[in-house]
């Protein structure tokens, strides 16, 4: 059974950077998509950028240009790396396939951008 543990969550001034990570306890070569998501407080959960077994990748239009995902299917690991932090990103970022799998929500990492 494959599980996703989100790290690399903190605390940054406006402008920062930070690099996430998603690591599976298990293969993720046979999920075609993953995406990063996250849930700020208040809001629903939104994909905020996803990346195809290929390569492709889909960003949400807020994060286009400052934020970038990566995969490697070795070692099972998903990065989203984030520049140009703003405090509107200030929210949990969770990992999960796209679509995403009910049962594969963690815990999230929580990423809070101060002004």
């Known amino acids: 059974q494959v599980q996703l543990v989100e790290s690399g969550g903190g605390l940054v001034q406006a402008g920062g950077s930070l690099r996430l990570s998603c690591a599976a306890s298990?293969?993720?070569?046979?999920?075609?998509?993953m995406g990063w998501y996250r849930q700020a407080p208040g809001k629903q959960r939104e994909l905020v950028a996803a990346i195809t077994s290929g390569g492709i990748t889909i960003y949400e239009d807020s994060v286009k240009g400052r934020f970038t995902i990566s995969r490697d299917n070795v070692p099972n690991t998903v990065y989203l790396q984030m520049n140009s932090l703003k405090p509107e990103d200030t929210a949990v970022y969770y990992c999960?396939?796209?679509?995403?799998?009910?049962?594969?929500w963690g815990q999230g990492t929580q990423v809070t951008v101060s002004s």
């Open positions: 298990g293969s993720i070569r046979s999920f075609n998509g």
């Open positions: 999960n396939t796209n679509p995403p799998w009910s049962r594969l």
